[in-house]
């Protein structure tokens, strides 16, 4: 009978310790899964930070180079900052997938996404504004040329007929002074009024013909838009009174002017003119930089987004770390509770 209490004594001690055994193992199992969980949550938490800082730092850098595509003067220049966004972009796209991939379903995301697509399709208008700025302006350094040409031709033109006439008229002040008071001083004064009478006009024409080609070439580089309806005004006020002031030229010189008169109209006056083409250079960058400043807008947005994203990844890991630790703590208690009742079990 001892041996049989003794058995069942030793029998009861055994399956009290395996039962405390398990119970500890059970318990510190759950505490691994648990804490396991929790570390999985913040391991998930951590691409979302990194992605979101990321895509911030991709739209600021696409911001900055921005600034230099509007500035291209170039079709060289354009491409080159183009090919310098490229990598900026493609590295926005990564950084949104992987993002998306990390925090799928959320409502953050999705305002993310829509500020992208609004972002991006930004910078393709403003990649289609700046060639068509850059198309006007070759347009624009054409009719310069053309100007300078003009002013070349009409320079040519004139300048033999001003010689011609400075040597009639020094020729009949020589014979005014060398005749003196005698009958045939009347024909040299008549030489001397017909030379001036050719002169005045020819030289009146001339001057208003420059000051036109002056003022299109300040217009060509104008950066004050709202001024160009007055300059267009009074260019077609200048060209009317020079037409009637070559009506007065000499018959031998008026046909050649009225050509180069026609090229300035040319250069003066319509839609291919040079205000118009100036004209439509400003509109296009003012159209520039309106994109530039709404992406800039998007951008700050998007940076405000992107931190309400890592602020509530980071509150998800601070749960998920509390979480842990209470979990750790919890274990313990029930492993120490474990441990004295084992202690003080009758066995």
């Known amino acids: ?74 079709r060289e220049r354009r491409n080159e900052v183009s090919t310098r966004m490229e990598p900026e972009v493609e590295a926005l796209q990564t950084a949104l997938t992987n993002l998306k991939e990390s925090s799928a379903g959320s409502q953050i995301l999705t305002l993310i996404e829509q500020l992208i697509s609004l972002f991006e399709s930004n910078l393709t208008e403003l990649n289609s504004l700046v060639t068509r700025r850059l198309s006007a302006s070759e347009q624009l350094a054409d009719l310069r040329q053309l100007l300078f040409h003009t002013n ?18 020094s020729h009949s002040l020589d014979q005014l002074r060398s005749l003196g008071p005698q009958t045939g001083t009347l024909d040299a004064s008549r030489e001397l009024a017909a030379s001036v009478a050719m002169d005045r006009p020819a030289q009146s ?23 160009l309806p007055i300059i267009q005004f009074q260019l077609r006020q200048a060209l009317e009174d020079l037409r009637q002031m070559a009506r007065e030229l000499d018959a031998k010189l008026r046909p050649l002017f009225v050509t180069q008169l026609d090229t300035l109209e040319t250069l003066a006056i319509g839609a291919a003119s040079i205000p118009a083409l100036r004209d439509k250079e400003l509109e296009l960058l003012g159209q520039a930089g309106q994109v530039i400043k709404e992406n800039a807008t998007l951008s700050a947005r998007l940076a405000n987004a992107v931190d309400q994203l890592v602020v509530q990844a980071g509150a998800d890991v601070r749960t998920s770390t509390d979480s842990a630790i209470g979990v750790q703590r919890i274990s313990a208690q029930v492993l120490r509770l474990i441990a004295a009742l084992s202690r003080s079990a009758p066995f």
């Open 152 to 169: 070349d031709e009409t320079q040519r033109l004139f300048a033999p007929w001003f010689q011609i006439i400075d040597m009639q008229v």
């Open 1 to 74: 009978m001892g041996q049989v209490g003794v058995r069942g004594r030793l029998l009861l001690a055994f399956l009290g310790i395996a039962g405390f055994s398990v119970l500890a193992a059970a318990a510190g199992l759950y505490a691994f899964q648990q804490v396991g969980q929790r570390l999985s949550l913040i391991e998930e938490s951590v691409p979302t930070v990194a992605s979101s800082m990321e895509l911030s730092r991709s739209a600021e850098r696409i911001i900055a180079t921005a600034d230099n595509l509007i500035a291209a003067t170039t």
């Open 205 to 227: 024409t001339y001057r208003s013909f420059s000051a036109i080609i002056d003022e299109l070439n300040r217009t060509a580089t104008l950066s004050e838009r709202q001024r």
